[in-house]
């Protein structure tokens, strides 16, 4: 093991020996083993978005072990989808990748203002399926935000106990919030506090605007002069609020965008000092040997040898 990793590592002192190890078993796979920086490819959109919207694009997707085999040739550090996704495919592909289980999703049929996800898994399910570590939704904002953060909390509990890692996807969402404040960089940069806060391992959120939403927070940009003009500067401010940048935060590909704008998202988060991306819709909704090109592309911006 490289002296970056340790170096990671060593932000985590509390831990166990078994969540440090789970960390590592995912700093240290694919392609960006060892540089400390991570690619994984999240697919709980079948569930999230339903399966037309998310498989229809390229159908080879509705087959769930064709994400384990895209995650694998690619490269990717992990691999995170819910119970069902995983159940189908961790004994054809045991020990290949790193897992990640999604313990929680939400679905749109009704898609509430203040939305709640159901928890749909537990640690025992992640142990079985020989993950490395649990993921968990929080939506910052929800007038049901304080059941998630408990919620969270007992998961987080169970799963540290058992040695696995904790990925938190925190993404605002509320009655409160306004559809731009939910990326403003106020509310992402709160939002990764959060979750650092509630004790994550690794935290995903949005790439955030410019904007700022809250008038509180607007007075403090402003007096400081905290910059927020670049994306990368944005970054920065994520990074920075995640403990100092002494947690693992990686950021969300979104929604199906132009090859171009993705990748000058990797470099901002890469001058930003992020740790990396999680990219599902953008990378599984194109033929896989697109779809290998795609994410070596992203991989190859993250470790140096993509300008």
Known sequence: MNDRIREILSWYSSENPGVRTNLARMLNHGRLAGTGKMVILPVDQGFEHGPARSFAPNPAGYDPRYHFQLAIESGCNAYAAPLGFLEAGAADFAGDIPLILKCNNHDVLNDERDPISAVTAGVEDALRLGCVAV??????GSSERTTIYEQLRDLTLQAKEAGLAVVVWSYPRGGSLSKEGETSVDVV???????????????????PSARVELPEAQKVYQKYEIPVSTMADRVRNVVQSSFDGRRIVIFSGGATAADDQVFDEARAIRDGGGFGSIIGRNSFQRKKEDAIKFLGTIMGIYEGSVK
């Open 189 to 207: 940069t709160y939002a990764a506090q959060i979750a650092a806060q509630l004790g994550a391992h690794v935290i995903k959120v949005k790439l």
């Open 135 to 140: 993921g968990f939704t929080i939506y910052p």
